[in-house]
């Protein structure tokens, strides 16, 4: 127990619960002693858990023509749900014990899920006909309210890699697992689990999960040597996560970088790109559906070509047209343990068609917080993100009181610039800036206010 | 045409003691009801109902007596297949669920069974539509309820499984991720 946490830390290997060839049941010989050597690497981690991929030699086959399905674009419009989306409806109705009691005549009438649905009764979401053998869970973030169980199979947890794989090659990047490692999740957090994996769906290539705090290591100076030795292909994280790694003398050069968990400002990706000289992939999603979409510039969040319907409504239910920002509610049809049908993520964006595909425009992942400028006026959050976005800052909150005085709370380092670039939109407010940590919330909420009607609902 | 409900529940009350006795013998009185609807009788489908279980047995006898009308007879499109299939598929359902003594003690049993042997014979009853005729049997359709108790509790043991699936140590040691979200 770490005595400046309230989390307490994590008893090593005590959330264990299976043997070696349940956790890889699909590994070679070569593969299992790949892991052993990132186990007992002399640089490594203070590892305190084991997480395999779970992947049978079937779900790796299914894997891979998930794979190349990818390869065809989104084939639906906005306001017009693809034919799945219908089946899908139908199918809940006979299997889904939430959905029996009551069939909508279309899906438009089906009443949006939202999270406190999975708080109070989850199992009422799961399909009779899907197994139970091998499920697991994953826990919400949290960021938007108390976290839920997610219940889910490993197939569905590992389609991540190939949809890392499609958006990395569309920046041509290799994504194939040859070497080593193919890729490290980063954590910069108090406590965190760290862990050494292998993934059969890309040959059997080593996967690390390690915290760059410094009580997560035997010496300084281990973290850089381990990383680099490693030299992994992908490195994924948050920008907190990734800020800190940046800051590191590590001399290996990923192939691309991997942000997620929280909107990713623009100095931070630039800052990042030019660190380690490689792209840097700024994705958005849910735990309960995946992910949702990415950017790897200052445009749009481009919709992945998956099983997934998104839909933007406004407070009341509506469909907004495109281009008008409401809330992201997503349709995913490929967790076997949890069929989502209109899921409240609450996250705010516009949904607009392009030429080449659908974007998710003006993406917030936070409540539509409004703060109130010293002439009376309202301020959307997201303008205060395109004025705070481009300095290059990990992370930030921003707080207004009843009586309008403003907190701005910066992740671990003053800077300047911050407070000038909140006062350009807010003018006069009293302000008050504070250097803190906000490693410990893995998502934090970044806009919050007491002042009535602030939040835009 | 059609029958009232009431007349086949009073004929079910007044039910001679024949055909509540354990000595009678179910495969002759169902031959007599057939040869009377018909003229004429299959001796080899007569012999599966030998192989009844006493209460099965009971309530064929039953259902033999509330069928042994005339003018039910006369009023069904089809009275050889509709009494086939009330002795055949609808009495050995109806068992695993109500002792055929109930249907003495209970009016809800007498009109359970009238309504089901005029759905089987294909007869309305009297100044009901289909529609109303299908919600009435509903009400006191012990078989369908029986079977609606059953699903609850299929799907209570399911929800169980469900969360204790999703508590379970080796579901929460889970797989790797690969992106945060």
Redesign the interface.
């Known amino acids: 127990m770490r005595p400046d946490y309230p989390v307490p830390d994590y008893q090593p290997m005590a959330a264990t619960a299976l043997t070696d060839a349940e956790r890889w049941p699909a590994l070679d010989p070569a593969a299992r002693a790949r892991i052993e050597r990132l186990r007992t690497h002399p640089r490594a981690p203070r590892y305190n858990h084991e997480c395999g991929d779970r992947l049978s030699p079937a779900a790796v086959a299914s894997l891979l023509d998930y794979r190349a399905r990818l390869a065809d674009p989104v084939s639906w419009h906005p306001g017009e749900p693809p034919a799945w989306v219908g089946e899908l409806v139908e199918r809940v109705h006979e299997t889904v014990p939430r959905y029996r009691r009551a069939r909508p005549r279309s899906f438009a009438e089906l009443t949006p899920m939202t999270r406190n649905d999975l708080l109070s009764r989850v199992d009422e979401h799961v399909p009779d006909d899907a197994g139970l053998s091998d499920l697991i869970v994953y826990r919400t973030s949290g960021s938007r309210g108390p976290a839920a169980t997610v219940p889910m199979t490993p197939e569905f947890c590992a389609l991540d890699l190939p949809v890392l794989q499609h958006v990395l090659a569309q920046l041509g990047v290799a994504f194939d697992g040859s070497g080593e490692v193919a890729l490290v999740n980063v954590y910069h957090q108090p406590v965190a689990y760290q862990f050494a994996s292998a993934s059969a769906y890309l040959g059997g290539a080593g996967l690390l999960k390690v915290n760059l705090h410094e009580p997560g290591w035997r010496t300084p100076g281990d973290v850089v040597a381990f990383l680099d030795d490693c030299a992994p292909q992908v490195v994924s994280g948050n920008p907190i996560s990734l800020a800190r790694l940046a800051e590191l003398p590590l001399t290996h050069r990923p192939r691309a970088v991997v942000s997620g968990a929280m909107g990713l400002g623009r100095g931070l990706a630039d800052r990042l790109a030019t660190r380690f000289g490689c792209p840097v992939v700024d994705v958005y999603g849910i735990t309960e559906a995946g992910l949702i979409a990415w950017r790897a510039d200052s445009g749009d969040h481009r919709l992945l070509p998956r099983r997934l319907y998104v839909e933007i409504l406004d407070a009341e239910g509506n469909p907004c047209p495109p281009g008008v920002r409401g809330e992201i509610v997503v349709t995913c049809d490929e967790n076997p343990l949890l069929p989502l049908l209109r899921y409240r993520t609450g996250d705010q964006a516009a949904l607009e068609e392009r030429d080449d595909g659908l974007v998710l425009v003006d993406l917030e992942g936070r409540d539509p917080v409004r703060f109130r400028a010293h002439d009376s006026s309202w301020v959307n959050s997201i303008e205060l993100t395109h004025v705070l976005s481009p300095l290059g800052l990990a992370a930030w909150q921003l707080h207004q009181d009843a009586d309008s005085s403003v907190t701005l709370t910066l992740h671990q380092v003053d800077a300047p610039p911050a407070a000038a670039a909140v006062r350009s939109l807010l003018g006069d407010v009293p302000l008050r800036v504070v250097v803190a940590d906000l490693a410990g919330d893995a998502k934090p909420q970044r806009y919050t206010s007491d002042l009535l009607g602030a939040l835009v609902d | 045409m059609s029958i009232s409900v009431t007349a086949l529940t009073r004929r079910l009350a007044d039910t001679p003691k024949e055909f509540a006795d354990d000595a009678t013998a179910l495969v002759a009185v169902a031959g007599d009801v057939l040869l009377h609807a018909s003229g004429t009788v299959d001796p080899a489908w007569l012999a599966d109902l030998d192989a009844y279980t006493d209460n099965e047995r009971a309530l064929a006898l039953l259902a033999c007596w509330v069928v042994f009308d005339d003018r039910l007879l006369a009023a069904s499109p089809d009275p050889v297949r509709g009494i086939r299939h009330l002795l055949a598929e609808t009495v050995p359902a109806l068992a695993q669920v109500v002792r055929a003594s109930s249907v003495a003690a209970d009016p809800d049993r007498r009109e359970e069974l009238a309504r089901l042997a005029l759905r089987d014979l294909g007869v309305p009853p009297d100044g009901e539509n289909p529609p109303e005729a299908a919600d009435r049997l509903a009400t006191v359709d012990s078989v369908r309820r029986a079977e609606v108790l059953r699903a609850a509790q299929a ?1 209570e043991e ?6 204790k ?2 508590e ?14």
């Open positions: 799907a399911r929800a169980a499984a469900v969360r699936a999703m379970e140590k080796r579901a929460r040691e889970a797989a790797a991720r690969y992106t945060q979200v």
